[in-house]
């Protein structure tokens, strides 16, 4: 049922991510203000990283839905979505418990990243109901894609617009001066964002080879059935 | 190499890292399940396409169990081949 390369890919994500995670406790050091604590951002910030990222993968998946006219497409789009959804409901968790451990609040309404994040998770959020509420597959096809590209390009433009918003509490992770992190927890930083962008993509595949097998399925029995 | 503090940072940290291995396991268990479902779905239709010639009459060992031939020839699917076969 799995393509032939799925097992080096998922055998490679597990290695990552196992480097991934020693590296964090066993490599970098403690952060000189926040101390352990900041060991969250490994899986935080590449978690919104990869998220953020499926978003617009999915929204450039759409556009290559609409002009093909390919459903494969449609269900590629789908899953990057989906998983980012399911990404950016981890980021938001593990968020709130490192706002409660650093700064005394689970949330803070006035911080420009985190509601922007919110912002992007809730637009995301309506994919669903849009999505299953249409029946005609043609449509619900079309619309979704719409949606995804429309949604997908709002994800960069709230990126910059927060980027020039002025910031009080969050710190800036992505910046042209490296955004001084030391080298090795830049390297750990690096490592963890590999080994998320890797579980992505093997998640990515698990789930739309699931996807395919079911429509298999399905377009077998409706043959069956037929020729009964 | 630092310490792995168990105080009230350490809880958060773990709290974080639970968190992200528990949405990525309950995903992984739900595909899994979904993928199982799917080759349970696929050999019982192999099962019935092919059916088990020694739950049939020994006098029907040896046709097909889907196809026939009928008396002008042409061939006919039977339903009662497409039905799961009794285990």
Redesign the interface.
């Known amino acids: 049922?799995y393509s032939k390369g799925f097992r080096p890919l998922a055998l490679l994500t597990v290695v990552a991510v196992l480097a991934a995670?020693a590296l964090v406790?066993?490599?970098?050091?403690?952060e000189a203000d926040q101390?352990?604590?900041q060991?969250?951002f490994y899986?935080?910030v590449p978690?919104a990283i990869v998220a953020l990222g499926g978003f617009v993968v999915g929204g450039l998946m759409a556009v290559k839905h609409l002009r093909s006219d390919d459903p494969s497409w449609d269900m590629r789009s789908y899953v990057a979505i989906h998983l980012s959804i399911?990404?950016g409901?981890?980021v938001l968790?593990?968020g709130a418990?490192?706002a409660?451990?650093s700064w005394g609040h689970w949330w803070v309404w006035d911080e420009p990243v985190l509601v922007s994040f919110l912002v992007v998770f809730l637009l995301y959020c309506v994919y669903y109901p849009l999505r299953f509420s249409i029946e005609d597959p043609e449509r619900q096809a079309r619309y979704s894609s719409v949606f995804a590209i429309a949604a997908g390009a709002f994800v960069p433009i709230n990126f910059v617009a927060v980027r020039m918003a002025q910031s009080f509490t969050h710190p800036r992770v992505l910046s042209q001066t490296g955004g001084n992190l030391p080298g090795d927890m830049r390297l750990t930083f690096l490592v963890c964002i590999v080994a998320m962008t890797l579980?992505f993509v093997t998640?990515f595949k698990?789930?739309l080879?699931?996807k395919h097998?079911?429509m298999q399925?399905k377009r077998?029995?409706t043959r069956?059935?037929a020729?009964? | 190499?630092?310490a792995?503090?168990l105080d009230?940072?350490?809880k958060?940290?773990a709290?974080?890292?639970v968190?992200?291995l528990t949405?990525?396991l309950i995903?992984?268990a739900i595909?899994g399940a979904?993928?199982a479902r799917?080759?349970r779905?696929?050999s019982e239709?192999l099962d019935?396409?092919e059916g088990d010639p020694l739950q049939r009459e020994p006098e029907e060992v040896g046709q097909s169990p889907t196809v026939q031939e009928s008396r002008d020839g042409e061939q006919s699917?039977q339903?009662a081949g497409?039905e799961a076969p009794p285990r």
């Open positions: 049922m995670f406790f066993f490599y970098a050091p403690n101390g352990f604590i060991k969250i899986v935080h978690m399911i990404l409901v981890g968790v593990t418990i490192w409660k451990a579980l998640l698990l789930e080879t699931a097998a079911s399925l077998l029995r069956l059935e020729t009964a | 190499m630092p792995l503090p009230e940072a350490g958060y940290v709290g974080a890292y968190v992200f949405l990525i995903y992984v595909i979904k993928v799917i080759e779905e696929v239709l019935m396409t699917t339903r497409l």
